[in-house]
């Protein structure tokens, strides 16, 4: 498959606390991105970072590549409740439309 | 207008009903997608139109049957479905050779009894 793994499953944090997700995939890629996705409705696009790229920031989120480990992390920094949501990685490979998820983190954070 | 706008929000169906999900944007995107998801799992690609041919298809069963009519519209037909289909249907859409960031709508959530 060429699904990711991500880690945690699950992740329960106090408001202000630092919220860290980490996702594996399997293949080359030509980038790779993050979503959030509220209680079972539409996904949102969070950041992109190509596979050239080993760090990107927006806002509170800091997101980090290692294209030889074939890793990348999503920070949170400074949570607050509204973060609550599942977070997913998903991987686009170089030449087509195939965007795949990895398996997601489903953060909960406690105001 | 940068809204994926899917209808209908929800969908229960006996396994003999013929329906159809409809996907409709009006971003000029000329890629579009169904992802389907089962609870606590990430989406999985089902099929991807581009320029409103199917250029990817999944392996999806049969009784799902996609279609595309024109560059704003992407439906999902949906006949003699079985109740594991049930689950939250996803549309999204991309503009062609944007890195692939997917703009989703809410998702239509369909029950087969």
């Known amino acids: 498959s060429q699904q990711g793994e991500e880690d945690p499953q699950a992740l329960s944090i106090q408001e202000g606390e630092n919220a860290t997700m980490n996702c594996s995939y399997k293949t080359s890629i030509n980038n790779l991105q993050w979503y959030r996705q509220n209680s079972g409705r539409g996904l949102v696009h969070l950041i992109l970072?190509?596979?050239?790229?080993r760090e990107k920031h927006s806002g509170r989120l800091r997101v980090t590549l290692d294209t030889s480990k074939k890793s990348s992390s999503l920070l949170i920094t400074a949570s607050r409740a509204a973060d609550t949501a599942s977070y997913f990685c998903a991987t686009a490979y170089t030449g087509g439309f195939k965007t795949i998820f990895g398996a997601g983190t489903r953060l909960f954070v406690k105001a | 207008d940068t809204e994926v706008t899917q209808t209908p929000k929800h969908l229960v169906m006996g396994m003999t009903n013929k329906k159809s999900l409809k996907c409709e944007q009006h971003?000029?995107?000329?890629?579009m997608y169904w992802y389907k998801q089962k609870a606590k799992k990430p989406p999985e690609l089902m099929f991807v139109?581009?320029?409103?041919?199917?250029?990817i298809n999944e392996s999806v069963p049969s009784r799902f049957s996609p279609e595309c009519p024109n560059s704003s519209l992407l439906n999902l037909h949906l006949h003699a479905l079985q109740p594991e289909d049930s689950a939250l249907y996803l549309c999204a859409s991309t503009p062609v050779g944007a890195n692939n960031v997917l703009t989703f709508g809410a998702g239509s959530r369909l029950t087969v009894l």
């Open positions: 971003m000029g995107h000329r890629a």
């Open positions: 970072i190509r596979s050239n790229e």
């Open positions: 139109y581009s320029y409103e041919k199917l250029s």
